[in-house]
């Protein structure tokens, strides 16, 4: 999914992975067959003659490789890099973890069902919190996502309530007998420390997450001259929108602003055109877990719980001095997430940078550590497992928009066959966006492709504005994955293109557009 950063500069966090490389077998051509001709002509064409190609193919089963382009040349990979994390993070968690979100008292109720206060959320790391959990112990995602919504017209909500976990919980603290609470409600956050994403999207990764730490405002049309109508979600009194959105004339160019009138209020302005789609935009959370207190407050009183004192994120010497001096306090509730092969579907098929930024803070939690610089060394150590060499492969962060994220088209090849082997490769397979069904390769190609459907694969994209003219430098349009022939053969494949410039988006999606049909190339030609 499309990633748009700011041109500026940041101090970047390296782990490089040191192992030495594999001897090349016999039958391991160092530079690969050519090519179908197919394939060439798209890398000759002019539009990207002057881009960086990097790209390899090999069969899954005996590792042969079928042809290569530059395959032992680093390559921006953009979100591709969301492989290597989730891989990271099956082996580290397992695909059938599940995120476990306890609310503490320091006693369970009296008599009368009154609890001394306050009572404290234990943030899990639970990467929905509910928000997305649907039936059979799935998790909801649109193919668009609406993290994105800052950069793209079209993107879904999914059809539950941001607020359900929350909800949950305080259902059970009703069933426990509690009506009320002779304190407030805090949210213990201390799990992992504070990071930043490595994605555009929300920028603040915490181990309390709540609707992706943003709020969604829906825009729709109104009788023209008239006000918009506006919604948003996660709904709560703690939340206050104002809006002057106006109904413009038909075929317009939506003009949305939001500013923020302290904690979560907002005032929304501008126009939307008579006969538009529904629009989402969003903005990010200043505190979610402070908001998410103030938001639980109001789910407890709807279950028939009451609060006499304030609530907040904050109140740290009311919290045990450690994690584990919850163990002498009473459990009121818990909340359990479906498994984490659900989370890594989300991930990898809407390419959800907030969350995948957050998979090294919780390999660092599983393992009793608490900051990002860990939660990267034990990726490192992983993928020097897996086979990567030094040489081949740089990242600074989970989700793939880092500076220091490079990898080779073979290593890329090598870890997805490692992958195909592991305990956990059956979800994470089913886990990757199926090309011309779902996830960022919903569209990618038609629908009566001979592709569709036999491609699973990662997309990515990085895309930088120039301040000289408004185009666009593509810094990496890449896919990679696992793809099934005509014939019936599985192979595995890399394809990168790197640092082409474009006139506007169109060309970004219609460089997506090429790699599909290179696949489709691949599809029948083999």
């Not at 690969?32 to 002057?50: C, K, T």
């Not at 040349?73 to 580290?92: C, E, I, N």
């Not at 009788?223 to 979600?233: F, I, Q, S, T």
């Not at 818990?334 to 998979?359: G, M, Y």
Request: some cysteine; glycine content about 12%; aromatic content about 6%.
């Amino acid at each position: 999914m499309m990633k748009v950063r700011a041109a500026f500069a940041r101090t970047a966090r390296v782990m490089l992975v040191v192992v030495m490389a594999p001897v090349l077998s016999p039958g391991f051509l160092a530079w690969g067959q050519r090519p179908p001709e197919g394939v060439r002509r798209i890398l000759r064409e002019s539009d990207f003659r002057a881009g960086k190609w990097g790209l390899a193919v090999s069969d899954l089963k005996t590792g042969e490789e079928l042809w290569a382009k530059n395959g032992n040349r680093l390559f921006v990979p953009a979100s591709v890099t969301k492989l290597f994390t989730v891989g990271a993070t099956l082996d580290g968690l397992g695909s059938d973890y599940r995120f476990r979100t306890p609310v503490y008292a320091r006693s369970g109720p009296d008599a009368e069902g009154a609890v001394e206060g306050p009572l404290v959320l234990v943030a899990s790391g639970d990467l929905t919190l509910g928000g997305r959990s649907a039936e059979g112990e799935t998790l909801a995602f649109a193919d668009s996502d609406h993290t994105y919504a800052s950069f793209l017209d079209k993107v879904g909500l999914v059809d539950v309530d941001p607020l359900a976990g929350l909800d949950a919980l305080a259902r059970q603290i009703a069933a426990a007998g509690v009506k009320t609470v002779r304190g407030g409600v805090l949210v213990d956050e201390r799990i992992f420390e504070p990071a930043s994403s490595s994605g555009s999207g929300p920028a603040r990764v915490s181990s309390f997450v709540l609707n992706d730490q943003v709020i969604d405002f829906q825009i729709s049309p109104g009788n023209a001259g008239e006000p918009a109508l506006v919604d948003w979600r996660p709904r709560g009194a703690a939340i206050v929108v104002e809006s002057r959105v106006e109904t413009g004339g038909e075929g317009s160019a939506p003009e949305i602003r939001i500013r923020r009138r302290g904690g979560a209020r907002f005032e929304l302005s501008g126009t939307i055109a008579l006969d538009a789609d529904p629009l989402v935009r969003i903005e990010e959370m200043e505190d979610p877990a402070a908001l998410g207190a103030r938001l639980f407050v109001e789910r407890l009183s709807a279950a028939g719980v009451e609060t006499q004192e304030g609530e907040g994120s904050g109140g740290k010497d009311l919290m045990p001095d450690q994690l584990d001096g919850y163990a002498s306090w009473v459990k009121l509730a818990e909340l359990v997430s479906p498994p984490f092969s659900e989370n890594a579907k989300v991930i990898l098929k809407v390419s959800h940078n907030l969350h995948a930024s957050t998979l090294p803070l919780l390999l660092a939690a599983r393992n009793g550590e608490r900051d990002f610089d860990a939660g990267m060394r034990l990726e490192g150590e992983f993928l020097r497992r897996a086979g990567l060499d030094r040489g081949e492969v740089s990242f600074a962060g989970g989700a793939g928009g880092e500076r220091a994220d490079r990898v080779t088209p073979r290593a890329a090849v090598r870890f997805l066959r490692y992958m195909a082997s592991h305990r956990d490769a059956e979800a994470y397979r089913a886990a990757l966006p199926v090309l011309g069904v779902d996830g960022t390769l919903a569209d990618v190609v038609d629908p009566g492709s001979p592709a569709r459907g036999k491609v699973r694969a990662k997309t990515g994209t990085l895309v930088w504005r120039s301040g000289l003219d408004g185009r666009y430098l593509l810094t990496s349009k890449a896919l990679s994955g696992f793809l099934e022939t005509a014939s019936g053969r599985e192979l595995v494949f890399a394809i990168f293109v790197n640092d082409v410039l474009v006139d506007d988006r169109a060309k970004v999606r219609e460089a997506g557009k090429r790699l599909g049909k290179i696949c489709e190339i691949l599809v029948e030609a083999y």
